[in-house]
């Protein structure tokens, strides 16, 4: 069963302090690094773009961006994740906040990234979560969505024998297709899929009009 709001705060705020271990970790994060470092190579943005990274935890995706002299704007609904990657993200402008709305004005971003957060959003909101996304950027800008999503129902069901009790049944993971047809529905074009750990699937996009 999907968690509340509430209680999706309280799990990530309990889970701030140890949440860097997922870098060694298995279950469906297995590969967690490599997968990050694909998604950096997919986005094609440089120094001076303004970057909001959405459920930014304790940061590893946007410090590899941050990295090329991009501007680094964070979101997260847990103020303990926030708070743990604080020292590390000094340059970034960090905001308590989620996807529902983004707290952010019309066309403010050149790119709107986020790793592992997006499957956090209830299935209803998906589609206003990824309206909010492109409402954001810029028009031409880039959505980058790193997360855990499935091929095929057959693929999911497969995922959660093999990870047995690391498999977490209060998580709903997307399908390649229907998140490929949300983003196109929000506006998004030139969608380019890639497969980078067996639990784990980016994809990146333009947003047309
Ligand atoms: C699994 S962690 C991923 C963190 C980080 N992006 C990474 O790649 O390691 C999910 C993060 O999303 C945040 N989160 C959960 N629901 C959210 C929402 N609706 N909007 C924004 N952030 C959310 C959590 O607090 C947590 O920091």
Redesign the pocket.
Known sequence: MPRS?AQ??A??DR??AT?DD?QSGDGP?AG?AAS?REAAAMLPVGAGAHVL??????????ALIAGRGALISV????E??LAAGRAARAACALAL????PIPYPDERFDAVI????FH??ASSSRPN?CAEIARVLRRGGIVCL?DIVFASTAATADARRAFGVSWDDDEDYALVADLDTLLRQASFADLSWRHTAPCHWVVVGRRSR
């Open positions: 709001d999706t705060r799990l990530f889970w701030a949440y997922v994060l967690y990050l990274d959405i459920g930014i935890g304790t940061g590893a995706f946007a979101l997260d609904v847990s303990g994740m906040g989620s996807f529902t986020s790793s592992f957060a956090e959003v979560a790193l």
